[in-house]
């Protein structure tokens, strides 16, 4: 069995989970935010690409296990409280958002008064999911 000690160095909240960044390793662009409990982080680190908790499911699920876009994950980090995790990414395909963009922080507040779509499209959602 794996060693897995280190995974009782996170401080999980109350539900058991622990908030995650995915960062694009290579230009720090932050893609995506998203939940993991024990399991899908122990899981991340055994195969390498990511795999998160999906509260609204209330399941497991591997990143790209539908689109193809799975995240390769090439660090991980935990922040100085160890109640936040940071992957270091190589997001497959250029796009991490189920809205066909890069990133999913795609809205920007503009002149502080109204939300703003910013990034484009890449890719069609329904050219993505069947």
């Known amino acids: 069995m794996t060693e897995t000690r280190w995974l009782n160095e996170v ?7 622990v908030p995650v960044i995915a960062q694009d390793a290579e230009t ?9 409990n024990r399991e899908a ?7 390498g ?9 209330r399941k497991l699920w591997h990143k790209g296990e539908e689109s193809g876009h799975v995240q390769k994950v090439r660090e ?3 922040d100085c409280d ?10 497959a395909g250029g796009i991490a958002c189920h809205t066909g ?9 503009h002149d502080g008064n109204q ?3 910013v990034d484009p499209v890449l890719k069609d959602p329904k050219d993505i999911y069947s």
């Open 49 to 57: 690409e990511a795999v998160y908790w999906s509260r609204s499911r």
């Open 115 to 117: 939300w703003q779509e």
């Open 101 to 109: 963009r890069r990133s999913c922080f795609f809205t920007r507040l």
């Open 28 to 36: 720090g662009d932050v893609l995506m935010f998203a939940w993991m």
């Open 76 to 78: 991980v980090r935990l």
């Open 82 to 91: 160890g109640d936040v995790v940071l992957l270091r990414i190589e997001q």
């Open 11 to 17: 401080t999980w909240d109350d539900q058991g989970l």
């Open 41 to 47: 982080l122990s899981r991340t680190v055994e195969s």
